[in-house]
């Protein structure tokens, strides 16, 4: 028998799993909180607290407007679809753990803010909550014709009502 003088080459790939973009921010975020959840409210000045408060209201407000994106996306691209969920409601309540009317509420809102960027904007910077945003989806979706100038000035109202009634509840303490 003889032997090929010739070399065989043998290439070695190696894969190297690199965490998506997605799984990369979820643990920022899960970082971020943990870091925020060491702080201990009780061991800081006043003003601390305060900041605290607001700024944790704040990021749970866009943290709503992403999740209710992202619930969208996952809802239209049929994910849910399987041997055990007959509806995208099924799903967010089996697997999130929310009730009938929570899951059927953030559904409902999920999809409105597609219809109203401009909502969803607001409920994205933290300048409204979720709650928010779905009194003023609803109160748009019942006019009869709406422009973009429609659209702010009835954001500016809600928000500004919101403002009138926070002020005037603390003026009666």
Known sequence: MERSSKSEEVVAVSVVAFPSATTRALAELSDAV???AAID???VPWAEQEALVRGLEDVRRRLDGVRL???EAYARGGGWEDA???SPAAWVRAELGQSRGDAGRDLALSRA???WPAVEARLLAGRISARHAAVVCSALSRLPEVDD???VSVLD???GK???AMFTANSDQ
Do not use: K, N, Q
Request: charged share 30%; aromatic share 8%; hydrophobic share 55%.
């Open 34 to 36: 943990d870091a925020v």
């Open 41 to 43: 409210p009780d061991r």
């Open 69 to 71: 994106r992202s619930v």
């Open 84 to 86: 055990e969920h007959i």
């Open 113 to 115: 803010l597609r219809d």
């Open 149 to 151: 100038a429609t659209i």
């Open 157 to 159: 109202l809600a928000f």
């Open 162 to 164: 919101l403002v009138f």
